[in-house]
């Protein structure tokens, strides 16, 4: 009996032992798959963002459109405003030249007058102190008529009064006057030439203006027409379609 028992214990032995080492190996094998698993196959706690839908990025586009529209027509307004102000300053300035060349015209006439009577011999009189204060009193009450006129600036009239830039208070009056006459025509003169870059100026000026306002107009113009929506053309429908056309049939007349 005993060596029954013992012959059982030494056969099934080794079998059991053979039996729980292979488990073993399987279940290590098993954790350390488990332990080795990539940390990306983790389910993840928050799901990823989804993107825009494609209504709300045509939403959105809308919004840009509409933003975009908006602040075209501002930009186009206001270069509206700027070329009305131009062109009325380009105005101004045309009136202005007209003028200053009407000035000229009118000082280039007096002193062709005067040019003409200065080429007669200038009369002889005493050359005494009374003549010689004579002259002086009639230069600078002609050029304080000429002052008061506009035809000399003040600093001119200083230069009269204290005989500097050629004015002699001993000069015969016809001299002064032609001498008057052709100092006033260069002040004109000069007036028109600078009357005459200012209106340049504001031409350009103007016509810019009027050019940038066009162009953001025919923007603004685009803009809004983006805006509205396209027209679908209505379809008929499918009774209309199915539908016969309408034939007219030739009948006699009938004869009483």
Known sequence: ???????????????????????????????????????????????????????????????????????VAVAAAGAATTARRRRAAWQTAQEQLERAWTGYDEADTAARRFAGAGVLPTPQTPHTPAEYAARERFLHRAAMAAYW??????????????????????????????LISRVV????????????????????????????????????YAAAARLRPTPVPARRSVADAMRPAVVARWRPARVS
Request: overall charge negative.
């Open 185 to 220: 025509r260069d002040a004109r003169l000069a007036d028109y030439q600078v009357a005459a870059g200012r209106e340049r100026a504001a031409w350009r000026d103007a016509e810019l203006a009027a050019e940038s306002a066009r162009t953001l107009a025919e923007e603004a």
């Open 149 to 178: 006129r506009g035809d000399l600036t003040m600093a001119q009239l200083s230069d009269v009064f204290g005989h500097r830039r050629g004015w002699d208070p001993r000069r015969h009056p016809v001299e002064q006057e032609v």
């Open 1 to 71: 009996m005993e060596t029954v028992v013992f012959y059982q214990f030494v056969t099934e032995v080794p079998q059991a032992a053979a039996i729980w080492s292979t488990l073993f190996l399987l279940t290590l094998g098993l954790l350390t798959v488990l332990a080795a698993r990539p940390e990306r196959e983790r389910p993840a706690d928050d799901p990823p963002p989804a993107g825009p839908t494609v209504r709300e990025m045509a939403a959105a586009e809308a919004v840009d459109v509409r933003r975009y529209a908006e602040e």
